[in-house]
């Protein structure tokens, strides 16, 4: 490792660790040679003294009590009252490929689940029939119910709520729900 260091950046480095205010014969006079302890509390802009300075933000319906964003998606589907069992279920990552993908590699696809573009939930109900099923998606939260069973599952990324695929199979008794995935940079992820 090479320690050498110019003389601009060693005064940068005293700067940082002394007060600006503060003289050269005040610095000598301190046991601990005029270095300043850091704390959390030091990152950032300075704190401003003077407290009426911050804005109060006012409530604009003084009946509402939260805002819709802070109620979190799926939220009225968590009943501890309710017995119905949740089935088992697990949660896929498709990728649409070609063989440009497959055999020459040409695309920046891999394996990972930064670059798949279809979520698929595939959902195991024994006794049930697809007409007794209700289900609902939100851009979160995925939401089952039947006679039998029920299921609240909060999704790992956000999907396209509007536009998805349910298929019921009624000799395995599954259902599989394939939705798009809608993130933030999936245009660089799957360029």
């Not at 979520?119 to 007409?131: D, E, Q």
């Not at 851009?139 to 609240?152: A, H, T």
Request: proline share 6%; aromatic share 6%.
């Amino acid at each position: 490792m090479d320690f050498t260091f110019s003389v601009n950046q060693l005064q940068a480095l005293s700067n940082l660790l002394t007060h600006p205010e503060q003289e050269e014969e005040e610095l000598e006079e301190r046991p601990d040679g005029g270095a300043i302890a850091l704390q959390p509390g030091h990152i950032g802009p300075p704190k401003r003294s003077n407290p009426t300075d911050c804005s109060i933000v006012e409530p604009t319906d003084v009946k509402t009590i939260w805002a819709e964003d802070d109620v979190p998606e799926g939220s009225e589907y968590e009943d501890i009252w309710d017995t119905r069992q949740q089935p088992e279920y697990e949660v896929l990552f498709k990728q649409r490929v070609g063989t440009e993908d497959v055999f020459l590699g040409m695309s920046r696809k891999d394996g990972s689940t930064a670059c798949c573009e279809d979520m698929v939930i595939r959902i195991n109900l024994p006794g049930c029939k697809s007409a007794d099923l209700t289900l609902d998606v939100k851009e979160r939260f995925l939401g089952l119910r039947s006679s039998v069973y029920k299921l609240g599952l909060h999704l790992p990324h956000p999907v396209d709520s509007k536009n998805g695929k349910a298929e019921f199979d009624a000799d395995t008794h599954t259902l599989q729900v394939t939705l798009t995935m809608k993130r933030d940079f999936d245009f660089i992820n799957l360029a």
